[in-house]
């Protein structure tokens, strides 16, 4: 804990003394509850909670083997982006995130996130071990944020984010706080946002060509789960923007930009990695279309104009089922027993 004259060892504890979500400290009061929006955050993701038991991938080992090489080739680069993703999320969450939102309710919802982090970094072990049975191209697997450029290069662009403000123990200037302010979005906007839901088509394209259920059934569990962390990064960035607003101007605007065009292209050449053998179906032409609509949403979600005005060329990722919708609170089990392939339901907002 670090001492300043402004907050003596860091902690502020008195329930009247009020501070900025920003400011540094350990806050630990909870009543009166500042921020009582993260405290019903934390309490949502709860009702979203699953174990990896309940997904059966299993069921999907004979759909790879009857997949086509260039189908295979996309497969195995997909696992391969999982297999350490949600890990880098989590390494961030924890040496940067956790720290400097300074709200207890708002570290009781990281908390939960980190949870969830560690249930798909699970899952993703799960995925790797029942689908690469073969042990020296499971390390490979492991390996690919070294060894395959395409995943290396947005390895490299989360590793760079992360580096961008490790060095940061408090929040003390307007530069602190803007930098803190891009590796939040850059975490919720380009990496969970962007790099996440454009694994996710692939794994839905396969589904909408009855392929996989297994992954995709588990993949909707996850998809849930990266809705809810990105909702609360945006909602922090909300906060802060009423709290701060001066922090918000064109520069920072453009740098927003500036990284999720990065990611949109780190984006699409892992596509292209994917789908250079030619996968029927699935265009690079229609994914770059698609993250480019994606990243559109990210902004409008900051409050930023889009930058591609590109649409959505894929039908299979807009499907709503209502059914699933309306049980999306209600923890209904049933719905996401293995075999069963109802969408997934997509908020217009994500
Ligand atoms: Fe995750
Ligand atoms: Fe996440």
Not at 191 to 217: D, K, M, N, P, T
């Given at each position: ?92 969450l924890v040496l940067n995130l956790y720290q400097h939102v300074n709200s207890p309710e708002g570290r009781l919802y990281l908390s939960r996130q980190l949870f969830e982090e560690a249930v798909h970094v699970q899952f993703y072990l799960n995925l790797l071990d029942t689908y690469v049975p073969d042990e020296k191209e499971r390390f490979e697997a492991f390996a690919a944020v070294e060894n ?203």
């Amino acid at each position: 804990m670090t001492t300043s004259p402004e907050s003596p060892a860091g902690i502020r504890t008195g329930a009247g003394e009020r501070h900025l979500l920003l400011d540094p400290g350990m806050d630990l009061t909870l009543r009166p509850m500042r921020y009582p929006r993260f405290f019903d955050r934390f309490k949502d993701a709860i009702k979203n909670t699953w174990s990896v038991e309940e997904v059966d991938l299993h069921s999907d080992l004979a759909d790879l083997a009857k997949l086509s090489p260039a189908e295979q080739h996309l497969v195995s680069r997909l696992v391969a982006f999982f297999a350490t993703g949600d890990t880098i999320v989590a390494n961030n969450l924890v040496l940067n995130l956790y720290q400097h939102v300074n709200s207890p309710e708002g570290r009781l919802y990281l908390s939960r996130q980190l949870f969830e982090e560690a249930v798909h970094v699970q899952f993703y072990l799960n995925l790797l071990d029942t689908y690469v049975p073969d042990e020296k191209e499971r390390f490979e697997a492991f390996a690919a944020v070294e060894n395959i450029p395409s995943i290396a290069r947005k390895a490299e662009f989360c590793f760079r984010w992360i580096d961008s403000v490790f060095e940061l123990r408090e929040l003390r200037t307007r530069d602190d706080r803007r930098a803190f302010l891009l590796n939040l979005i850059c975490f919720a906007a380009c990496i969970e946002g962007l790099f996440f839901y454009g694994a996710f088509a692939y794994v839905y394209f396969l589904r909408s060509r009855g392929l996989l259920h297994g992954l995709a059934s588990g993949t909707n569990w996850v998809f849930r789960d990266e809705s809810m962390h990105m909702a609360f990064a945006f909602d922090v960035v909300d906060t802060v923007r009423a709290e701060e607003p001066d922090l918000f101007d064109a520069e920072m605007e453009q740098q927003v930009k500036d990284m999720l065009a990065e990611a949109v292209e780190c984006e699409v050449q892992f596509a292209a990695d994917l789908l250079d053998q030619g996968v029927s179906g699935m265009s690079l032409a229609q994914m770059r279309e698609y993250l480019q609509h994606v990243a559109d949403r990210r902004l409008a979600m900051l409050g930023i104009e889009p930058m591609y005005g590109s649409g959505n060329p894929f039908a299979f990722m807009e499907l709503q089922d209502v059914q699933e919708l309306s049980n999306f609170f209600e923890r209904r089990v049933s719905a996401y027993q293995v075999g069963v392939t109802g969408s997934v339901s997509f908020d217009d907002d994500f």
